[in-house]
C-alpha cells in the first residue's frame, strides 16, 4: 500500500488552474512534515512547498509565491497544492513528500523518507 498518492494533475492552459492532492497513509500519520515537489522535464528536482502539520506553517518557492497554496485537510489525511496562474515553465511531475524530523522546508530533500509516485502537470501556452 502506498504512503502517498497523488492525484489531479492533468493539462491545462497557461493561466488556469489547477489543485493537487496527497491522500497520506495511515501509517505516516505522524510524519509532520510534508511538501511538494516537481520535476520538469529534462531538470532535476526541486521544492515547491511545505506544511508543518503541528503549526500550519508554510514556506513556499520564489517561483510559485503568489500563485500556489499549500494546505492539508486533517480529517481527511490529505495534503492540497491549489495551483493558480499557471504557467508553462509549471509543466513538470509533481511529487508528494513527507518526513518526521524536526523543521520543515523543502531545502533539504534528502529530509524526507517518504515519497509518492508522483503526478503530471502540463501547461500549454
Known amino acids: 500500500q502506498a504512503q502517498l498518492l497523488e492525484s489531479g494533475g492533468g493539462s491545462v492552459q497557461a493561466g488556469g488552474s489547477m489543485r493537487l492532492s496527497c491522500s497520506v497513509s495511515?501509517?505516516?500519520?505522524?510524519?509532520?512534515?510534508m511538501a511538494w515537489f516537481r520535476q520538469p522535464p529534462g531538470k532535476e528536482r526541486e521544492g515547491v512547498a511545505s506544511f508543518a502539520s503541528h503549526d500550519g506553517s508554510t514556506t513556499y518557492a520564489d517561483s510559485v509565491k503568489g500563485r500556489f497554496i499549500i494546505s492539508k485537510d486533517n480529517a481527511k489525511n490529505i495534503l492540497y497544492l491549489q495551483m493558480n496562474s499557471l504557467k508553462p515553465e509549471d509543466t513538470a511531475r509533481y511529487y508528494c513528500?513527507?518526513?518526521?524530523?524536526?523543521?520543515?522546508?523543502?531545502?533539504?530533500?534528502?529530509?524526507?523518507?517518504?515519497w509518492g509516485q508522483g503526478t503530471q502537470v502540463a501547461v500549454s501556452p
Open positions: 513528500a513527507a518526513h518526521g524530523r524536526i523543521g520543515c522546508s523543502t531545502e533539504r530533500e534528502s529530509d524526507f523518507s517518504a
Open positions: 495511515q501509517f505516516i500519520l505522524n510524519h509532520d512534515c
